[in-house]
């Protein structure tokens, strides 16, 4: 096996973490920059796992995928532990990306700052309605659909954002994939998968009527539980 230095070291590293520990990854990093902010150089694993309601033990070896090495009593540097979780995440470096469906969610999701400070920037936005055609949507110009498939090989996008209704997530992320889209993030209530846009595209689904279906059960337990 090559000898891996710089770059190709830290892509082979993010390559081989599951997927449960880059989900949890972000929690790290935003707890991460809050010790930052207040000026501490160090942290333990003890102290993160008590913040954040996780065993020690699941912290050490997520941090381990890091590539960043903890010292005896004395804990992880903070600085260098935000610097390396940030290049796991690719959030080192800008991906752009296309949304299409610039309606209430897209637009909320068009004004949401932070996405750049994690690596994503959605340069433009599409929409079949024409009274949104033409607009700027938080400094997002908002383009016909019939403009993504040339637009988005020009311009060797990667990513799609999916902020449609059910009945036309389909169509929508079949034209982000004759454009060459490789990843699309779903927020439609539709859970796409391989069989609507081929097995080679990757796919996130986001089901906020799953994530409130789940809170509002877990609600009803606590209260019957209560005496």
């Excluded at 997520?62 to 290049?87: H, S």
């Excluded at 936005?125 to 700027?136: C, E, N, Q, S, T």
């Amino acid at each position: 096996m090559p000898n891996l230095t710089g770059q190709d070291e830290r892509e082979e590293i993010s390559h081989a973490i599951p997927y449960p520990t880059i989900r949890r990854m972000p929690a790290y990093h935003r707890y991460l920059k809050g010790l930052q902010s207040d000026g501490l150089a160090m942290v333990s694993c003890t102290r993160i796992a008590e913040s954040l309601d996780l065993e020690p033990i699941q912290v050490r070896k997520d941090l381990a995928m890091t590539g960043t090495v903890g010292r005896p009593r004395i804990g992880y540097p903070v600085d260098a532990l935000i610097g390396a979780i940030e290049t796991v995440l690719g959030w080192d470096r800008w991906s752009e990306a296309f949304l299409v469906g610039a309606g209430n969610l897209g637009s909320a999701i068009l004004g949401y700052r932070a996405f750049k400070a994690i690596g994503l920037n959605i340069v433009a936005a599409f929409d079949i309605d024409p009274r949104r055609v033409g607009k700027m949507i938080h400094d997002v110009p908002v383009l016909a659909m019939e403009k993504l498939a040339n637009l988005a090989r020009r311009m060797k996008i990667r990513i799609g954002v999916i902020t449609v209704p059910a009945e036309a997530a389909e169509d929508a992320a079949k034209a982000l994939v004759r454009g060459g889209i490789e990843a699309i993030w779903n927020f439609s209530p539709l859970a796409l998968t391989g069989l609507h846009v081929g097995k080679d595209v990757i796919i996130e689904n986001v089901s906020l009527a799953s994530s409130l279906a789940v809170l509002i059960r877990r609600l009803g337990q606590t209260k019957a539980a209560q005496p």
